[in-house]
C-alpha cells in the first residue's frame, strides 16, 4: 500500500470547516483513499473513502485531486466531538485487505 | 452502520496468566476479522488477520505461539494473550470487514471499542 503524509496536529475553531489534508504522491490506479478518526481511547471509525471523484456523506466530504496525489477530508461544521486522530490510508480494495495505519492528524476543535 | 464488540472492556491480570479477548460482529457477518494492538501515544500495528474456518495469518514479528488467534464462526473471532507479560499491556482492538462488500466501493472496516489489557 502507498505510503500517505499527513500534518501531526491542526486546530480547527468550533463552528468552522476542518480541512485535513494527506498526501500520497505514490498512490496506485487501483488504490482507494480511505479516511478513518480514533477519539481517545476508542477504536477508529470509518468516515468516507474514494477513488478518484469527490465524496461526501452525512460525516464529511473527501476531495481527491485530479492526479490523485493529494486529498482533503473536509468536516463542514467541526463540533468538540470531532477531536480525535485523523488516519489517511490508501490501499486496493481486494487483494490485500489490511489497513496500514500512520500517525496521523490530531485534530482539535477549539471553543 | 455496521457494529462491532469486544469483551471485555478492560482486564487487568497477573503475569504469566492467560486473557481472552473476544470480538463480535453484531449485525452482519465477517468472513476476515483483524486484531491490532496500540500502544500509549502510537498508531495502531496491525497483529493478524483471522479467516473464519481456517488459520490466522499473523504479521511479522508477532509471535503466534503467544497470541492465539480462533475465528471458529463467521461472527466470533477471539485473541488469547498467553502467558501474559507487563510487556503485553496495551490496548487491543479488532476490527471486521462485512463479507458482503459492495463491489470495489465498500470493504470498509469496523472497528470494536477495543480492550485494554494490564498485566500487573
Known amino acids: 500500500d502507498a505510503k500517505t503524509t499527513q500534518p501531526p496536529s491542526m486546530d480547527c475553531a468550533e463552528g468552522r470547516a476542518a480541512n485535513l489534508p494527506c498526501n500520497h504522491s505514490t498512490i496506485s490506479g487501483n488504490e482507494y483513499v480511505y479516511w478513518y478518526r480514533q477519539i481517545h481511547s476508542q477504536g477508529p471509525q470509518y468516515i468516507i473513502h474514494g477513488l478518484k471523484n469527490n465524496e461526501t456523506n452525512e460525516m464529511a466530504s473527501l476531495i481527491i485531486t485530479e492526479d490523485r496525489k493529494s486529498s482533503t477530508l473536509i468536516l463542514p461544521h467541526a463540533t468538540l466531538r470531532d477531536t480525535a486522530v485523523y488516519y489517511c490510508i490508501v490501499r486496493v480494495n481486494f487483494g490485500n485487505e489490511k489497513l496500514t495505519f500512520g500517525t496521523g492528524t490530531r485534530?482539535?476543535?477549539?471553543p | 452502520g455496521a457494529v462491532v464488540s469486544q469483551h471485555p472492556s478492560r482486564v487487568i491480570c497477573k503475569s504469566g496468566t492467560s486473557v481472552k479477548i473476544e470480538c463480535?460482529?453484531?449485525?452482519f457477518q465477517a468472513t476476515t476479522m483483524f486484531w491490532y494492538r496500540q500502544f500509549p501515544k502510537k498508531s495502531l500495528m496491525l497483529m493478524?488477520?483471522?479467516n473464519e474456518g481456517s488459520k490466522a495469518t499473523y504479521e511479522q514479528g508477532v509471535e503466534k505461539d503467544k497470541f492465539?488467534?480462533?475465528h471458529a464462526s463467521l461472527t466470533?473471532?477471539?485473541l488469547t494473550v498467553t502467558s501474559a507479560h507487563p510487556e503485553d499491556s496495551s490496548f487491543y482492538i479488532c476490527s471486521a470487514r462485512d463479507h458482503r462488500g459492495s463491489g470495489g466501493a465498500g470493504?470498509?472496516?469496523y472497528f470494536g471499542p477495543g480492550t485494554r489489557l494490564t498485566v500487573t
Open chain 2, 76 to 78: 466470533l473471532s477471539t
Open chain 2, 48 to 50: 493478524a488477520t483471522s
Open chain 2, 107 to 109: 470493504y470498509e472496516q
Open chain 1, 107 to 110: 485534530l482539535t476543535i477549539i
Open chain 2, 68 to 70: 492465539l488467534i480462533n
Open chain 2, 24 to 27: 463480535r460482529s453484531l449485525d
